[in-house]
């Protein structure tokens, strides 16, 4: 029972610590931040502007900052291409953080143990 | 038998998960989490204010400046951009914590799974972190959908419903939409719908480029 109690420990541990896979977060990121622009194209262009509205007029400024894009099909495209690596980029930060923070708030622990181990020597 | 207690397979005696310790750990990533998205949210706020102003659409802020209806004192310009840093750190943290308050209901899980398959031999700094879809989707899901229909409600709180042409444009993809409580609500649901869907997908490509990438996923 010991035994078991202590494997549970071990798992919600693991479980609190487990680190992010950089890549793949990057790219599960970059795919869906890739096909939310394109289905937001392609619904667009399927069902058309409302009434006193042109066809993706405010989805378009986009294009402003990634150039080439337009609601077309083509610009959807190339729009996807463009919020794939953004995406990417973003995940790769953002699982590098994770990371990152989990690695510092270990080391402070290890420091803090070593430091009144040593103080109570 | 208490809600983090379970048999294993062949087992007669219950293992019990230590209560403490499972909240110590969801306690550290909530302030984790919380401590990078107010970072990277609060920067983001920062950059695209500063990007709007020098390299915006022809009119710099024309949109961006909507967003003072929701954060007071907002603007586009240089003492928005630190009124946006602010907001954006305070709500980016916010939104994190109960993010992972609702997504650490899979932890448990998490934990009889690793059990049940006899427990592995990994370092306990090693292993990768596996998404579980239907609680993303939960936690994402509800933050999502309840970030529509709070910011609608007050849009029509605020008697401003009417003027609200950019909001109502909402409905070319989330059919019933519109700037009401009942239009919110309707919103709101189907926006639920397709972020658990997206995060379902999100999970799956997540953890098969882990398991691809030779990370046990656990």
Redesign the interface.
Known sequence: ?TS??D???????????????V???A???G??WA??LLL?TA??LL?GA?EG?EIGG?LE?LG??LPGYRVSWGGGLLGAVYFWFLGAITGF??AL??NM??YL??IVIVVRSAWWRLMAE | MSNNAFL?PGGD?P????EK??HA??K??TL??A??FG??SGLAMFVLTY?SLY???PKPGQ?LNLLGVFLPGYSVSHAGAWVGLFWGALIGALLAAMFYRIYARS?AS??QD??RSG?SK?D???????FDGNYLGLALGTIIAGGLFITTSWLVFRGTAEESV?AV?L???LPGYTVSMPGALIGAIELFCVVYM?CQ???W???S??RF?G?K??
Not at chain 1, 8 to 19: E, G, N, S, Y
Not at chain 2, 15 to 18: E, G, S
Not at chain 2, 124 to 130: D, I, P, S
């Open positions: 029972m078991k109690t494997s549970a420990d071990k798992a919600i541990l693991m479980a609190a610590f487990a680190k992010m896979d890549v793949a977060l790219v599960a990121v795919s869906i096909l939310i937001a619904i667009l069902k409302p509205h405010h400024l402003i900052y930060i953002l953080l994770w923070t989990h708030y270990v | 294993e005696e293992v019990q998960l230590n310790l499972l750990a969801v550290l990533n984790l989490l401590a990078v970072s990277v990007l390299r915006g659409l949109f932890i998490q934990v690793y059990l427990g990994d306990l700094m090693g292993v990768t972190l596996r950019n444009l409905s070319q993809y997206l997908l999100f999970s490509i997540y953890n480029v882990a990438r990370r996923p656990r």
